[in-house]
Antibody, heavy 119, light 108 residues
């Protein structure tokens, strides 16, 4: 079964760092771009960036760039999203998704990682 | 900057009736458009890509149409499990990806 399994929910304080993960299985992980999508409470979907695990080519949404870091470990079939200094406004559900390939639509999604930042 | 406008914000439809959702883009995206369904507490699920191609396992009552700047998702005969929020997404200019604001479909 093709799937993306994300790490569990996190509760952090402002200023703390965090790295969440997305592990792929059931397909060749290095052959598809993996993207991260943010969904703030009660809001819509916002694309953050994508990474090609084969060579760690990364493309960020210009509105997000500098706020987060996307990375991948192809030996472990895992992509990551990290923050160096969290803000309350980072509170959201974060989804990873696999880009289909021919079409840049997300055909497989992780279940999401809820990140709560509160003092 | 690409702007995606979905309408209406909320659509209330009786079971068995047709639901028509609209997505407009501020620039032409050819047919590089996808539709997703999101149930509460769940990740989105891909319904349509290439503006009109159903994804694997998607029932035939879901159909997509349009090109350029105007797109439609039609749910042919609404069922109770179709109650959800539906999003469109464009992917016309690599690596840009843009989502619409969503349409909530309610069952009357």
């Amino acid at each position: 079964e093709v799937q993306l399994v994300q790490s569990g929910a996190e509760v952090k304080k402002p200023g703390e760092s965090l790295k969440i993960s997305c592990k792929g299985s059931g397909y060749r992980f290095t052959s598809h771009w993996i993207g991260w999508v943010r969904q703030m409470p009660g809001k819509g979907l916002e694309w953050m960036g994508i990474i090609y695990p084969s060579d760690s080519d990364i493309r960020y949404n210009p509105s997000i760039e500098g706020q987060v870091t996307i990375s991948a470990d192809k030996s472990n079939n895992t992509a990551y999203l990290q923050w160096s200094s969290l803000k309350a406004s980072d509170t959201a559900m974060y989804y990873c998704g696999r880009l289909e390939g021919v079409h840049d639509a997300f055909d497989i999604w992780g279940h999401g990682t809820m990140v709560t930042v509160s003092s | 900057e690409m702007v995606m406008t979905q309408s209406p914000d909320t659509l209330s439809v009786s079971p068995g009736e047709r639901a028509t959702l609209s997505c407009r883009t501020s620039q032409s995206v050819s047919t590089n458009l996808a539709w997703y369904k999101q149930n509460p507490g769940q990740p989105p699920r891909l319904l349509i890509y290439g503006a009109s191609t159903r994804a694997t396992g998607i029932p035939a009552r879901f159909s997509g149409s349009g090109s350029g700047t105007e797109f439609t998702l039609t749910i042919g005969s609404l069922q109770s499990e179709d109650s959800a929020v539906y999003y469109c997404q464009e992917y016309n200019k690599w690596p840009r990806i843009t989502f619409g604001g969503g349409t909530k479909v309610e069952i009357k």
